[in-house]
C-alpha cells in the first residue's frame, strides 16, 4: 500500500504532490528520512491482507480465515479433476477410436501414458475426498502431489544438472562467467 497523508490521501511512489501549499518532487518519499515523514504526518498504510479466494470468504473481524464449504468445495475440485484428465485424454482420443475403427494398433506407450492420466487423476480425487476440512484441501490442491500430472510419451524429461559444470559454463573464479559465444575472450582491452 501507499504512504498517506493525515487527510487520507495516498500518495503513490515517484510522483509529484503538494500538500499545504507545498510542492513535493516525486523523489521526496525516496529520499526522504522517517523523521521527515513524521514532521508531516505521513504514515505508511500496511496492505490488506490477502487469502486465496478458491477456498476462503475473507477475513472475520478477530483476523480468521472464514474456509467456504468443503463439501461444496470437495465436489468442485473433483469435478475439476476430472475436467483436466479429460482434456489431457482428448488429445488422443482419435488413436483410440482409429484403433477399434480400422485396427490400426495404438502405440503401447500412449496406451499406458493414457492409463496412467485416468490413475492419476483417481489418486488425486481420492485424496480430495480424504480431507476433512478446507485448510487440508486447499494444502493438497496447491501442493505438487495435486499440480503434477504424467508427462506423454513425447515430451522430454526435463534436464537436471546436479553438477553446474555440466551447463558448458566455465567460470575463471571471479563470480562472474565470461567468454565469447564461440568460447573466446571477450576483453575490451581495457586494463
Known sequence: MPYQLPNGRNLPLDVAWEYDGVSYPANWLRLSTQLDRDRLGIVWVADAPVW???FY???DA???LIPKDHAELVTLWSGNTRQVA???LTSTDWQVIREADNGTVMDADWKAWRESVRAAAGTK???IEATTDTDGLAGYVVSSDYTSWPRDPDTPEPVVADDPAADGVESDGDGFDAGGFDGTSMDA???
Open 52 to 54: 486465496d479466494e478458491r
Open 57 to 59: 470468504w475473507g477475513y
Open 62 to 64: 478477530d483476523g480468521n
Open 86 to 88: 479429460g482434456s489431457l
Open 125 to 127: 480425487i481420492a485424496a
Open 189 to 191: 582491452g581495457i586494463g
